[in-house]
């Protein structure tokens, strides 16, 4: 069982050769996201990071900050000794998946591959309510109309509510990312569906990486993850990245 002062879950605990993949859920969202994905991709190691106030992390407070919750999840990183191929950070996740990737590589520890999946550069996110329910709630609706009605007849609804105010302060809150870049490969990724804000913005994650840049349109809206996980995506950068590890042929 893991500490439940952690930021990571690992849904196959220990290390048996595979590669790892860290993924970064939504706004609201919490680890048991992804705990799927570990039978969907079984050449891969599949962890998740688990926010503060989420789940098994219910009884501790929300981050202050972005930057402050992606410096956990680094430090926990760096102190694991885990060499994650992939990070994949969903929407909010894409941000702090990315503040994660810049410490990582700062401490001496790049990640190969950053993927981010239905997320405006940062400098062009759109803007964010995160105060007035009704507000946050035709927010939230453009993404999702579905969801939001089922999150109306909830019972839980309130607390579901003030962990997505929660997030989402976070993210509109988020800044000191101009100029920011990382050396690795960065993949950013949207649904054809997906609201313009973000259909047409995202591309401009190029400015944030040295290294190669691939934008991707996939099927679907906001959450096209939901039914069309990208697993031949992320398979096929595993496969990339352990190719470009591997020690030329003499």
Do not use: N
Not at 10 to 16: K, M, Q, R, S, T
Not at 37 to 56: F, I, K, N
Not at 171 to 180: F, H, K, L, M, Q
Not at 221 to 232: A, D, M, N, S, V
């Amino acid at each position: 069982m893991p500490s439940t002062t952690s930021s990571i879950r690992e849904f196959a605990p220990g290390h048996d050769g595979r590669p790892a993949v860290l993924c970064f859920p939504h706004a609201g969202g919490c680890a048991s996201f992804f705990r799927s994905w570990q039978g969907l991709l079984p050449g891969a190691r599949v962890h998740a990071v688990q926010y503060p106030g989420r789940e098994d992390r219910i009884t501790q407070d929300h981050p202050e900050s972005l930057t402050g919750l992606a410096q956990a999840v680094a430090d926990e990183v760096l102190a694991s000794g885990e060499a994650y191929s992939v990070l994949f950070g969903h929407s909010m996740g894409a941000y702090v998946a990315f503040e994660t990737a810049r410490l990582l590589e700062r401490a001496g520890r790049p990640v190969p591959v950053l993927v981010v999946s239905s997320a405006a550069a940062p400098a062009l996110r759109p803007p964010v309510p995160f105060e007035d329910t009704a507000d946050v709630l035709r927010y939230l609706g453009r993404y999702e109309p579905l969801s939001i009605e089922l999150l109306r007849e909830d019972e839980l609804m309130e607390l579901l509510l003030e962990y997505i105010k929660a997030d989402l302060r976070l993210v509109s809150r988020y800044d000191g990312y101009e100029g920011a870049r990382i050396s690795s490969r960065l993949v950013a990724v949207a649904g054809e569906d997906d609201i313009p804000e973000i259909r047409t913005r995202f591309a401009r994650w190029s400015g944030h990486t040295s290294g190669t840049f691939t934008p991707l349109v996939l099927p679907g809206g906001h959450f096209y993850l939901r039914t069309e996980p990208p697993f031949p995506l992320i398979s096929d950068e595993l496969a990339r990245s352990a190719a470009a590890a591997a020690p030329s042929a003499p």
